[in-house]
């Protein structure tokens, strides 16, 4: 993946670039290496972010949210997740929305 990286900085395809730095941290999580998947995340979110691909941002979102809240930007963590949700909804995905909303409202239950 790490060569595929270079190639798509190379070719300026910020697109590949988001969706392979995402593949990276999807590996890492894999690996329960949470301190390197994290940065990738965080670079893939903001690369869909500006490039405003909605399908993008729904599913990096949805492992940087989970990623923020297990260690400990429970508020930042849960935004990032409501826009998951949103997004979703958006795209006519409601199962996943749900799935998602379920997320948030365990987070959110007084125990946690």
Same mark, same amino acid.
């Given at each position: $993946? &790490?060569? +595929? *990286?270079?190639?798509? /900085?190379? *070719?300026g395809d910020v697109d590949?670039?988001? $969706?392979t730095l995402w593949s990276i941290a999807q590996i890492e999580m894999q690996?329960?290496?949470?301190p390197n998947a994290f940065p990738h995340l &965080? /670079? #893939?979110y903001a690369i869909l972010l500006k490039l405003g691909r909605l399908d993008g941002i729904i599913y990096v979102g949805l492992d *940087?949210? &989970? *990623?923020l809240c297990a260690g400990g930007a429970k508020e930042e963590g849960m935004a990032i997740? #409501? +826009?998951s949700r949103d997004g979703f909804r958006k795209l006519g995905q409601e199962a996943q929305a749900r799935q998602v909303q379920a997320l948030l409202d %365990?987070? %959110? %239950?007084?125990d946690r």
């Amino acid at each position: $993946h &790490q060569d +595929r *990286l270079t190639v798509f /900085e190379v *070719l300026g395809d910020v697109d590949g670039k988001a $969706h392979t730095l995402w593949s990276i941290a999807q590996i890492e999580m894999q690996k329960k290496d949470y301190p390197n998947a994290f940065p990738h995340l &965080q /670079e #893939s979110y903001a690369i869909l972010l500006k490039l405003g691909r909605l399908d993008g941002i729904i599913y990096v979102g949805l492992d *940087l949210g &989970q *990623l923020l809240c297990a260690g400990g930007a429970k508020e930042e963590g849960m935004a990032i997740l #409501s +826009r998951s949700r949103d997004g979703f909804r958006k795209l006519g995905q409601e199962a996943q929305a749900r799935q998602v909303q379920a997320l948030l409202d %365990s987070l %959110s %239950s007084p125990d946690r």
